[in-house]
């Protein structure tokens, strides 16, 4: 992992919108097209993901990088991560 990307100051204002059910900062770093491998193998969009946290269904509680890859291609950068979570 490339501990100086500067993808990763997003990455940690993501998590902390995670944490805090922040649904406007969730949907500014969010793209549209991503998917979300949930803790019991469920894949969600975003579309799926914002409204179940606005409704407050989604409660995260804990989210821990335990392995994280970080891919250049051309003008995006592909980030990958292993997290150690809690939710209800």
Known sequence: MNQDHPILSCETDL????????????DRLLDDDLYFVGLGGVVFSKADVLPAHRRGEIKITKMVARDRHITPLD?????????????T
Do not use: N, R
């Not at 998590?15 to 969730?26: E, I, N, R, S, W």
């Not at 950068?77 to 997290?83: C, D, I, S, Y």
């Open 75 to 87: 003008s995006v950068v592909v980030v990958t991560a292993l997290m150690d979570t809690a939710a």
């Open 15 to 26: 998590v902390k919108a995670q944490l805090a059910g922040d649904v406007l900062q969730l």
